[in-house]
Nanobody, 123 residues
């Protein structure tokens, strides 16, 4: 079973950038579509972005298109989330996990959740 290991979070000022990384313990996730989700304090976890196994297709929640970019390097067993022009409302714990991508539907998480990485954006 894949257990995600997220890193790269931190404190950044509004307008700044961060790049999150996701590796894994256990087996690699090169055969899985992968996604990033986030959960702000007091809110439900929400979908952020997903990428298919080869990296040829990416998916984003509409409100984040143009600011966030998901990518992967299967040789390094790593998935990335580049976040630019960060806003205070992006403050959350960010998680990655394997996902199922279905046409016309929001990618659905099906794997284990890791500890996540905290992103805090100050105004």
């Amino acid at each position: 079973q894949v257990r995600p290991l997220e890193s790269g979070g931190g404190l950044v000022q509004a307008g700044g950038s961060l790049r999150l990384s996701c590796g894994s313990s256990g087996r690699t996730f090169s055969s899985d579509a992968m996604g990033w989700f986030r959960q702000a304090t007091g809110k439900e976890r929400e979908f952020v972005a997903a990428i298919n196994r080869s990296g040829s297709n990416t998916y984003y929640t509409d409100s984040l298109k143009g600011r966030f970019t998901i990518s992967r390097d299967n040789a390094k067993n790593t998935v990335y989330l580049q976040m630019n022009s960060l806003k205070p409302e992006d403050t959350a714990v960010y998680y990655c996990t394997p996902v199922i991508i279905s046409s016309g539907a929001t990618p659905r998480a099906f794997g284990s959740w890791g500890q996540g990485t905290q992103v805090t954006v100050s105004s």
